[in-house]
């Protein structure tokens, strides 16, 4: 077997190139079963070698924030630093319970975190993030999803706290991005001469009502918002901008993207040289259909290359 053969038409058969046919196409399903099965073996034996390094800021997250909020005619929020420590805080609490979700398995919720942290609220809600690459990409996502986008856009809110933070979770490291709104208890009495609480559906990471588990909009008075103290503080500075921690060995998306596009860019190599041979010696065949086979590779390079590993919650 020549060679060329796995390259070009067999010249007496007109047989498709070797790396074209049907058992080769089984080899590379099988290779990148195969890659994917690595990555997951490497992180539950060999934890936070894989993983991603993000470039997302608390900074570019609350000004994103606030465009969107403007966009759409509302006040922007401005940022608090006890919403930052509890936003830190629940980080914090993601990556020690190992974890992904609003609800931790001990059954902390995001109120306790807000509450913990000294802000007495009348609203609240949280939206999260994990494993993206730029602080836009986070927001867009958000802005996206109609729970989320809900949140950024409820025109209740007044203050806002962000933590993006780095560490390992389920064996990967990642990089994960807590939001948390609220409007202290103290300026919903002055404006409304009432405390009001908002109700909406856990999955939209928002608060419950006076009657839900944690929620702290029954307690009425104006000192109910406990001032900035020093313990805050410090944990606030802690969040202010994202942590860089040892960069991982190797990116498992980023690695697989780049193996499906090269592989997608040899298929397409292939089929337009099986096309120009074919037609240079004027041969026929009735199962050719190179011009939709191109057609599907750019497609599914488009679709890989739009694809992000970002997740939100």
Not at 82 to 106: D, G
Not at 138 to 157: C, D, F, G, P, Q
Not at 254 to 268: N, P, V
Not at 296 to 305: D, E, F, G, Q, Y
Request: neutral net charge; glycine residues 6%; aromatic residues 10%.
């Amino acid at each position: 077997m020549k060679l060329s053969h796995f390259f070009l038409p067999h010249p007496e058969t007109h047989k498709k190139a070797h790396l074209l046919s049907f058992k080769a196409l089984m080899v590379y399903i099988v290779f990148f079963l195969l890659l994917s099965l690595s990555f997951r073996t490497v992180n539950v034996y060999k934890p936070g070698v894989l993983g991603i390094e993000s470039a997302v800021t608390r900074s570019d997250i609350v000004r994103l924030t606030n465009i969107e909020r403007e966009k759409n005619g509302l006040a922007p929020v401005s940022e608090d630093a006890r919403l930052n420590a509890a936003a830190l805080a629940k980080a914090q609490n993601m990556f020690e319970e190992n974890y992904w979700a609003h609800f931790s398995p001990s059954g902390k919720d995001p109120w306790g975190f807000i509450n913990g942290a000294g802000y007495k609220f009348s609203y609240a809600g949280e939206n999260l993030a994990k494993s993206f690459y730029q602080s836009n990409e986070v927001v867009n996502a958000w802005m996206a999803s109609r729970t989320h986008r809900e949140n950024i856009l409820n025109k209740h809110y007044q203050n806002i706290g962000i933590a993006v933070l780095e560490g390992t979770l389920n064996g990967e490291k990642t990089t994960l991005v807590v939001q948390e709104f609220g409007t202290p208890v103290d300026t919903a009495i002055a404006s409304n001469g009432q405390v009001q609480s908002i109700q909406s559906p856990i999955e939209s990471g928002q608060a419950p009502s006076e009657s839900g588990p944690s929620a702290q909009a029954s307690i009425a008075p104006s000192s109910a918002a406990a001032p900035e103290n020093p313990q805050v503080q410090s944990r606030t500075l802690v969040a202010s901008e994202k942590q860089f921690f040892e960069i991982p060995l190797t990116d498992p998306y980023l690695a697989f993207k780049a193996a499906g596009l090269a592989f997608m860019f040899g298929l397409f190599i292939l089929i337009v040289l099986d096309l120009y041979v074919v037609r240079r010696r004027a041969v026929y065949r009735i199962t050719s259909r190179h011009l939709p086979h191109l057609a599907l590779i750019s497609v599914a390079a488009s679709v890989l290359m739009n694809l992000s590993p970002g997740q939100i919650l």
